[in-house]
C-alpha cells in the first residue's frame, strides 16, 4: 500500500549520520518534568531520600506514575516558566550505585487479560509505566480511548525532516524488542499489524526481506513529504487505528516482560555546531549541556533548538530533556531573513496539508479582506511559513489568533453562561429586562473588533532574540 | 547543512525561494525574448526595455522620497518596464514604454486604494494607458521580413506597415504567413510577443519554477482554443484557426506573463481556472463583437476587478462542501 502526500514539502534529507543508538554517560544531575505546577504533582518521597532505578516520585494529574530512570537521591522540586506558564521538575542527584531492575507493575493481573482488550485495565498499566508514545510525544495512556477501539496498530517508522529519524534507528537497533512490542498490543487489543516507512528511503534495503519474514505486518510506504503525519491521521481515522513509535513499542516489551516502567528517551543530536551527531538513548531529564558535551558541540552556537526543525522551539543548555525532546539542534553561522510584506503570490495555500487558506487567514488577522477563513484545522505543521518568500511568521501567527480565539470564545461562552442564568434569574422574579441583549451583542462586537487586529508583539520578538541568541553552553 | 535563521520561532528551516528570486526568474524568463527581438530588430529594443525599467524605478524611487509608501524594488520595476515595452510595436517613440511605466507605478502603487491594489497587473494598466493615449503607434505593425535593423533612437517614420493577425481575422480573412513563420515569430506583433516557440519553453521554465499560475494561462489558452477551432473567424482548418486565434494581439505572452501572473491571478486552483476562462471567454466576446485589436487587456482588467470574488467563492464552495 502506498500513501501519498500530495501536498506538503520533501524537506531536504541528509543522512550524514551513523543509525546506531549512543549510550552517554549519566549527567550529574536529572531533572525530572512533572508537567504543570498548576496540576500539583503529587510528591511521593521526601527531600534527601535515597532512590533505587525506577522507583516511584511522583503521580500525576492523569494517574500516570514518574519513576527514578537511575539511582539517585531526590534533592528537591524546582519550578521553572516557559511561555508564562510554571512546570515543576524533580531535581535527582546521580549517586553512581548499581543495583538490579526489579518488577513494579502487576504483571499477573494482565496476563489473564491478554485478549480481552480490557481497555480500562490496560490504560492503568500504561499509565503506571509511564510509557510515551514517541508518535505523538504523550503518554501512551492518553492514546487509549475505551470509546473508540481500534482495530489496526500502526509502528511509525517514517521520517519526514531533516535527521528527524529517530523512528529508524530506534527500528534498526531494537528491531527484535520493538516488533515483540507490536506482536504484544497486537495480541493484547486484539489488532492487526501495520508498519509505514518512506519509500526510497536509504534503509530501504533493511526493510527489503521484511515483507518476507513477517507475513503476517503489512506494509505502508509513503512519499516522505512533510508533515508524513497529516496523510496517516487521516488513514488511521479511516480505518481505525492507533498509531504508535517503535520508541513506545519498546517500552511496551520491556514493561511487561521485565516490568520496567519507561525513563528514557531516544533523541537525535545534530546541527552544524555539533561534531559529531548521534541518536542517543538517555535518560529523561538530562540536562541538554551534558547531551552537548557528549556529541562535542562546539562551544559557541547561534540557536539551540528542541524537538523538530519544523515545530520545535528554542530551548537553553540548562534545559533537560522531557518526553517532548524528539531533537536537539544546534546551530552556529547565523543566515540573516529579510521579513518583507506579503506579495500575494499564495504559494502558502498551494502547499498547506490540511488544504487551508494561510494567505487569506494572514488577511484576516490584520483585519483586512476575508471574515469567513477556516484556520481551526490548522496543525500546525509550518508548511507555509516554510515556502513563503517574504518570510512572514506564518505559523506563529495563525497559532496565535487560533489561541487568542480560543479563549476569547470561552471567555465569551462563560460570560453568555451567566448572563443567561442572571437572565433567567431575572426572569423568574417577573422582571423582563431588554437591555440584556443589547449588552451580549454590543459586547460581542466589541470583542470581534479586538481580535481582527494582531500583529507580533515587537517586545516580544525583541526580547526572544536578545535572550535567544548567542548561546554559549556549559561544555 | 542548515544554519541558524534569524526567526526566534518555528519553523527554523526555510525554502531558498525568497521575494528576489521570484523577481530574478520572471526577470531570466524574460531574457530571451529580449534577444531574440534585439537579433530581430537591433539594438532599439535594448533601449526601450531599459529606459522603461528605468522609468519604472525612478518612479518608485521619487515615491519613495515623497513618502508614497512605495517601496522600489530594482527587480520589480525592470519585469513591469520590460514586460511593458516587449508589448509594443518596434516603431513607436522610445519615451513611450516609459512614460506607460511611470504612470502603470503611479496608478497601482499610489493612486489605487489598498483594497484594489491587488486587482489590477501593473503592466496591463501600463498597456491600457498607452492605448488610450498613442492608439495609432500601439495599433501599426511593421513589415517583418527576417532581421532589420531599426534606428536606435529616433523616431520612425518611413516604414512598411502591415496587417496584424487580428485585423486579419477581423475581417474574416486568412492571414497570409506560413504557420511556421507564426511559430517562430516572424509576423506583425509587439516587440516580444510574438515568438511563441520561446515563450511555450519559457512557460516550461515558470511552471519547474513554480513561479506562474500556470492554471489560468493554461485555462484562458484552452477557452480562446475551443472558441477558434468552433467560431472559424478566418474560414481555415480549424486548427490554423486556433493557432491564428492564440497569436494573435499577444494573447499568450499576456496569458503566461501578466494573466499568469502570481501575484495578480486569484489564489486557489478552481478559482484560477473559473478566473482563466472568464478571462477567455470575455477576449473571445469582445474580439467578435469589439472593434478593438487589443480585447485582451479589457477582458483581463474585467475579469481583474472579481478576482477576489473567485477566491471568496471557491473557498466557500470548500467550505459547503467540506461541511457536507
Ligand atoms: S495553515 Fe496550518 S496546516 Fe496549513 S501549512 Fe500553515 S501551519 Fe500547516
Ligand atoms: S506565501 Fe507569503 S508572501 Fe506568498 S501569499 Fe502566502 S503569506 Fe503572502
Known amino acids: 500500500m502506498f500513501l501519498k502526500t500530495k501536498h506538503g514539502v520533501m524537506l531536504p534529507k541528509d543522512y550524514n549520520i551513523d543509525f546506531s543508538v549512543a549510550f552517554p554517560n549519566l549527567s550529574e544531575k536529572l531533572y525530572i518534568s512533572l508537567g504543570k505546577k498548576s496540576n500539583n504533582p503529587k510528591i511521593t518521597v521526601t527531600k534527601n531520600t535515597s532512590l533505587k532505578k525506577y522507583d516511584k516520585i511522583a503521580e500525576l494529574k492523569n494517574n500516570v506514575f514518574i519513576y527514578s530512570p537511575e539511582n539517585c537521591v531526590f534533592e528537591d522540586v524546582k519550578t521553572l516558566t516557559y511561555k508564562n506558564e510554571e512546570y515543576s521538575f524533580a531535581v535527582l542527584k546521580n549517586i553512581f550505585k548499581k543495583s538490579p531492575s526489579f518488577s513494579v507493575l502487576n504483571l499477573n493481573a494482565l496476563n489473564q487479560k491478554e485478549n480481552a482488550a480490557n481497555y480500562g485495565t490496560l490504560k492503568t498499566f500504561f499509565a503506571e509505566a509511564s510509557i510515551i508514545n514517541d508518535y505523538s510525544n504523550k503518554y501512551l495512556c492518553d492514546c487509549i480511548d475505551e470509546n473508540k477501539p481500534f482495530k489496526k496498530i500502526l509502528l511509525n517508522c517514517s521520517c519526514d525532516q531533516l535527521y528527524d529519524i529517530s523512528a529508524v534507528a530506534a527500528i534498526l537497533n531494537f528491531e527484535t524488542e520493538v516488533l515483540e512490542g507490536l506482536d504484544i498490543m497486537a495480541r493484547l487489543f486484539n489488532a492487526s499489524k501495520e508498519i509505514c516507512l518512506v519509500k526510497n528511503y536509504k534503509t530501504k534495503s533493511v526493510f527489503k526481506n521484511f515483507k518476507k519474514e513477517h507475513k503476517d505486518i503489512k506494509l505502508i510506504k509513503t512519499n516522505g513529504k512533510y508533515p508524513v503525519s497529516c496523510k496517516l491521521n487521516e488513514y488511521a481515522e479511516k480505518e481505525n487505528c492507533i498509531i504508535l513509535g517503535p520508541e513506545c513499542l519498546k517500552a511496551v516489551y520491556r514493561a511487561v516482560n521485565f516490568g520496567e516502567p519507561q525513563t528514557t528517551k531516544l533523541l537525535t543530536v545534530w546541527g552544524n555546531a555539533i561534531y559529531n551527531p548521534a541518536f542517543l538513548l538517555c535518560p529523561l531529564g538530562t540536562p541538554i549541556y551534558h547531551l552537548l558535551n557528549f556529541c562535542n558541540s562546539q562551544k559557541q552556537f547561534e540557536k539551540l533548538i528542541s524537538g523538530n526543525i519544523m515545530t520545535g522551539f528554542l530551548t537553553e543548555p540548562e534545559d533537560p530533556v522531557t518526553i517532548y525532546t524528539n531533537s536537539v539542534i544546534a546551530l552556529k553561522e547565523k543566515e540573516n531573513i529579510i521579513k518583507r510584506e506579503c506579495i500575494n503570490c499564495g504559494k502558502c495555500l498551494d502547499i498547506c496539508p490540511k488544504s487551508l487558506t494561510p494567505f487569506y487567514i494572514l488577511k484576516l488577522i490584520n483585519g483586512e479582506g476575508l471574515t469567513k477563513v477556516n484556520f481551526k484545522n490548522c496543525i500546525n505543521c509550518g508548511c507555509c511559513d516554510y515556502i513563503c518568500p517574504a518570510k512572514i511568521p506564518l505559523r506563529f501567527l495563525i497559532n496565535r489568533y487560533n489561541q487568542n480565539n480560543k479563549t476569547e470564545i470561552k471567555a465569551e461562552n462563560k460570560n453568555s453562561k451567566n448572563k443567561k442564568s442572571k437572565n433567567e434569574n431575572a426572569k423568574n422574579d417577573g422582571i423582563k429586562d431588554k437591555n440584556n441583549i443589547k449588552d451580549k451583542n454590543t459586547e460581542n462586537a466589541n470583542s470581534k473588533s479586538e481580535t481582527s487586529k494582531i500583529e507580533i508583539s515587537k517586545n516580544e520578538t525583541s526580547k526572544n532574540k536578545t535572550s535567544k541568541n548567542k548561546k554559549e553552553a556549559n561544555v | ?324
Not at chain 2, 519613495?64 to 512605495?70: C, H, P, R, V
Not at chain 2, 504612470?103 to 486587482?119: H, Q, T
Request: with cysteine; proline share 6%; charged share 10%.
Open chain 2, 1 to 324: 547543512m542548515i544554519t541558524a535563521s534569524n526567526s526566534p520561532f518555528a519553523p527554523f528551516l526555510h525554502a531558498k525561494e525568497s521575494v528576489f528570486s521570484l523577481r530574478f526568474d520572471t526577470v531570466t524568463a524574460l531574457m530571451p525574448l529580449i534577444i531574440i527581438a534585439t537579433v530581430q530588430n537591433g539594438l532599439r529594443v535594448l533601449v526601450l526595455c531599459a529606459l522603461s525599467a528605468l522609468a519604472a524605478f525612478i518612479t518608485e524611487t521619487l515615491g519613495n522620497f515623497a513618502k508614497l509608501k512605495i517601496k522600489p524594488a530594482p527587480l520589480r520595476a525592470a519585469t513591469l518596464g520590460i514586460c511593458i515595452a516587449l508589448l509594443c510595436p518596434i516603431t513607436v517613440p522610445i519615451y513611450m514604454p516609459a512614460i506607460a511605466s511611470a504612470v502603470a507605478v503611479l496608478i497601482v502603487r499610489v493612486i489605487l486604494p489598498k483594497d484594489f491594489k491587488g486587482l489590477f497587473s501593473t503592466p496591463a494598466i501600463g498597456w491600457l494607458f498607452m492605448l488610450s493615449v498613442w492608439p495609432e503607434q500601439m495599433m501599426q505593425f511593421p513589415v517583418k521580413t527576417g532581421f532589420f535593423e531599426f534606428p536606435v533612437f529616433k523616431n520612425i517614420t518611413d516604414c512598411n506597415y502591415a496587417w496584424s493577425l487580428a485585423q486579419y481575422l477581423q475581417f474574416g480573412e486568412k492571414p497570409p504567413q506560413r504557420m511556421l513563420d507564426i511559430l517562430m515569430g516572424q509576423f506583425p506583433g509587439g516587440i516580444g510577443t510574438t515568438c511563441t516557440l520561446a515563450i511555450i519553453a519559457i512557460t516550461v521554465f515558470f511552471i519547474y519554477r513554480k513561479s506562474i499560475a500556470w492554471q489560468v494561462s493554461l485555462s484562458m489558452m484552452c477557452t480562446v482554443a475551443v472558441f477558434g477551432f468552433f467560431i472559424n473567424r478566418a474560414g481555415v482548418n480549424p486548427f490554423y484557426s486556433v493557432v491564428y486565434e492564440l497569436a494573435a494581439s499577444n494573447f499568450i505572452y499576456v496569458a503566461i506573463f501578466i494573466a499568469g501572473d502570481i501575484i495578480n491571478a486569484p489564489k486557489l486552483p478552481l478559482s484560477r481556472i473559473f478566473y482563466g476562462v472568464l478571462i477567455g471567454v470575455l477576449t473571445m466576446i469582445l474580439r467578435y463583437y469589439g472593434l478593438y485589436e487589443h480585447c485582451v487587456v479589457f477582458a483581463l482588467t474585467i475579469a481583474g476587478l472579481i478576482s477576489g470574488v473567485c477566491d471568496n467563492l471557491a473557498i466557500n464552495l470548500r467550505t459547503l462542501i467540506r461541511s457536507k
